[in-house]
């Protein structure tokens, strides 16, 4: 139940919500009437991940909110977008090559494996694809089309 939090942690969890709606508006409004320990805020938005949603909901709103805390969320926020940006060119960077022969992320790679098997998938007339999240690690999504006499085999 809610009402065992402190009004800072009741309104960081209303602006972990992903769309800004009235009630959500009229939730954080009320809350705003409340003491709220800016300082914890900022540290639990920053600890939790939510600065930048945290900034995106306060940004819709003229009153209530400090403007040293409107800054320092604006500074995460554009810091989050900033890395997600490099992140992301590092990520196409590396799905580009992935594939060719010698590249490897690895310390003791080789950059064989995936030139290989490529190459071995495309001569039976089949794809490899390669997705990946940072930090989460990558999957291959492989596909070869079936004819129908290798699909009445493999039923037999």
């Known amino acids: ?13 209303c602006c972990t919500r992903s769309r800004f ?18 300082e914890g805020f900022i540290t ?11 900034y995106l909901h306060f940004k819709q709103l003229d009153e209530g909110i400090p403007e040293e ?6 500074k995460m926020y554009l810091w989050n977008v900033i890395h997600n940006f490099k992140l992301t060119r590092e990520l196409e960077e590396v799905q580009e090559k ?12 080789i950059g064989l494996g995936l030139a290989i098997t490529k190459g ?3 001569a039976n007339q089949g794809k490899i694809e390669v997705a990946s999240r ?16 290798e699909l009445l085999s493999l039923l037999k």
Not at 1 to 13: A, K
Not at 21 to 38: F, S, T, Y
Not at 44 to 54: I, P, V
Not at 134 to 149: S, V
Request: hydrophobic letters at 40%; zero cysteines.
């Open 134 to 149: 940072e930090g989460e690690g990558a999957f291959a999504i492989l596909t070869k089309p079936l004819n129908i006499d």
């Open 44 to 54: 639990q938005a920053r600890h939790h991940g939510t600065a930048a949603s945290t």
């Open 1 to 13: 139940m809610l009402l065992n939090f402190s009004s800072s942690e009741r309104l960081l969890l």
């Open 120 to 122: 071995l998938i495309e």
């Open 98 to 109: 992935v594939f060719q022969p010698l590249f490897t992320t690895r310390a003791r790679g």
């Open 69 to 74: 805390v409107k800054n320092k969320l604006r």
């Open 21 to 38: 709606d009235d009630e959500a508006r009229r939730q954080i409004l009320n809350l705003l009437k409340e003491k709220i320990d800016w």
